[in-house]
C-alpha cells in the first residue's frame, strides 16, 4: 500500500488547552516551566499539521514512501518566554526544570512529557534536523512561527 508517513511536533495550543503556559510564582511573576534545558523544541500550531498534511496530497505521488517531519519554528525555552513576555505585556522567565522532577508534578501525562522532553534534548540535532522548517514552509506557505502564533493565540492563554 503507498504510504507517506507525518511525523508532527509539540503543538503551542498545548499552551491554551493543556495548561502549559506561564505560571505566576509565589512572587507574582510569571515563569514558564519547560525540561528543555537550554535546547530548541520543533512546535507547530495545530492548523498547520493539518495545513502541511493537505501539503503532502497536493504533491500527489512525489512523496510515497517517505517521512515527512514537520514544525513551524524551532524555539528554545528563553525564546519562549521572551515571546511571551511581548505578547503578553508582562516579563516572563524561564525556569528549566529537571526532568525527573518534571515527571514528578503529578498532573495526567507528567511521565510521558517528562520522557518526550528528555528525548528531544537528548537527540536535538536530530529532532529538529528531520523537522526542516523550509521542506515544512514548502508543504504550508502559510505556516505560522511561533510569534505569528501567539500574536493570534496570546489572549487565549490562561495565566496560572
Not at 64 to 89: C, K, P, Q, Y
Amino acid at each position: 500500500m503507498p504510504t507517506t508517513l507525518l511525523q508532527t511536533s509539540f503543538y503551542w495550543e498545548n499552551f491554551i488547552s493543556f495548561g502549559m503556559g506561564p505560571r505566576r510564582g509565589e512572587d507574582g511573576k510569571l515563569v514558564l516551566t519547560l525540561p528543555m534545558n537550554d535546547k530548541k523544541l520543533p512546535s507547530m500550531a495545530a492548523e498547520d499539521i493539518g495545513k502541511c498534511a493537505y501539503g503532502i496530497f497536493k504533491r500527489g505521488e512525489e512523496l510515497i514512501g517517505n517521512t515527512v517531519s514537520v514544525a513551524g519554528d524551532h524555539v528554545t525555552g528563553e525564546r519562549m518566554a521572551s515571546a511571551f513576555s511581548r505578547a503578553l505585556g508582562e516579563d516572563v522567565s524561564y525556569f528549566a526544570v529537571p526532568h525527573d522532577i518534571y515527571r514528578g508534578f503529578g498532573f495526567p501525562g507528567a511521565d510521558d512529557l517528562g520522557d518526550m522532553f528528555q528525548f528531544k534534548c537528548m537527540f536535538e540535532d536530530y529532532y529538529c534536523g528531520v523537522r526542516d522548517l523550509a521542506g515544512s514552509r514548502s508543504l504550508n506557505p502559510d505556516l505560522l512561527t511561533f510569534d505569528a502564533w501567539l500574536d493570534k493565540n496570546a489572549g487565549s492563554i490562561s495565566i496560572g
